[in-house]
């Protein structure tokens, strides 16, 4: 259920089709004190050995409408890619495109505020998920549904207020621009390449993308790399041997493993360049 393939079963498991669905789900798990955890695609979390004790909600809001004026609502299951931009970019809409290659849904999208590089060839900024959005539904802390603009989110990189405030994303509106389809296909490939060039092939080398939060002005994958940590193994996890910010599953690793690796790369970035190297995904359940 997670990108990684890694970690134990939860106690309960709850597929939500519909905002309905979903908000009985997390009321009645509030009701009768249950600890939830709701998921998306699973693209930046790592699930512990022993499991979730409680209920595993899994988001599978479907359904997108396309507006006029290149307006376009999305349930918050829905798959970025292929889904959302195959289809966007098939009407000649651009805007999203250009996260083509990242697993993530919706909800997830919104999470973590999305970014990938301008196109190629300047790539001389980072593109954000906030810049395409209009507003979103919510479900709040207090199971009330209520419409909401994209200034809510108090978006930041990596982040969106959803992470503090216990608010659930139930669909998300889109402000999309026309561009021509054969332009929209073009950067697409451009995006696709130039992360198959330096990210896993998920079918091959599950993952979670970057582990570490970015460093102004130094990557820390690089860090990770002057410290001769790239490819290093432990068990059947991996510093990955092209991106040492990223740690993937080579079959059958646990989670003991990958954050046995991450305790490496911690303290030898630490104690050889002085940067103190923080965690960007999420940890759930027990280790």
């Given amino acids: 259920m997670t990108t990684f393939r890694i970690g134990g079963p939860a106690d309960l ?5 519909s905002a309905t669905e979903l908000q009985r789900a997390i009321t009645c798990a509030r009701e009768l004190g249950i600890p939830f955890f709701v998921l998306g695609r699973g693209a930046n979390i790592l699930v512990g050995d022993r499991g979730f004790r409680g209920v595993v909600v899994k988001c599978d809001i479907a359904g997108v409408e396309f507006l006029p004026e290149g307006r376009v609502r999305a349930g918050a299951g829905v798959d970025t890619f292929p889904d959302l931009i195959n289809a966007t970019v098939a009407r000649g809409l651009g805007g999203i495109h250009h996260f083509v290659g990242i697993p993530s849904t919706v909800g997830g999208a919104v999470w973590q505020n999305l970014h990938f590089l301008s196109p190629a060839p300047a790539r001389k900024r980072t593109m954000f998920w906030e810049e395409v959005m209009e507003g979103a539904t919510i479900l709040t802390p207090g199971g009330e549904i209520r419409s909401v603009d994209t200034d809510y989110f108090r978006f930041g990189y990596d982040y969106s207020v959803i992470h503090d405030s216990g608010d659930l994303v139930l669909d998300v509106s889109l402000k999309l621009h026309p561009t021509p389809v054969e332009e929209l296909r073009r950067i697409v490939r451009e995006n696709l390449a130039w992360r198959d060039a330096r990210h896993p ?3 091959l080398y599950p993952c979670v993308g970057s582990i570490f939060k970015k460093i ?4 820390a994958g690089r860090l990770i790399d002057e410290c001769g940590l790239k490819g290093y193994v432990r068990g059947a996890a991996e510093i990955f041997h092209k991106h040492a910010n990223i740690i993937v599953n080579l079959g059958g690793a646990t989670a003991a493993e990958v954050v046995a690796l991450i305790d490496l ?3 030898t970035v630490a104690r050889e360049t002085g940067y103190e190297l923080q965690t960007e995904i999420c940890f759930v359940g027990e280790f």
Avoid: K, P, T, V
Wanted: net charge positive.
């Fill in 265 to 267: 790369a911690r303290s």
């Fill in 216 to 219: 102004e002005g130094i990557g």
């Fill in 13 to 17: 498991f709850y597929r939500a089709r």
């Fill in 201 to 203: 092939d998920l079918s």
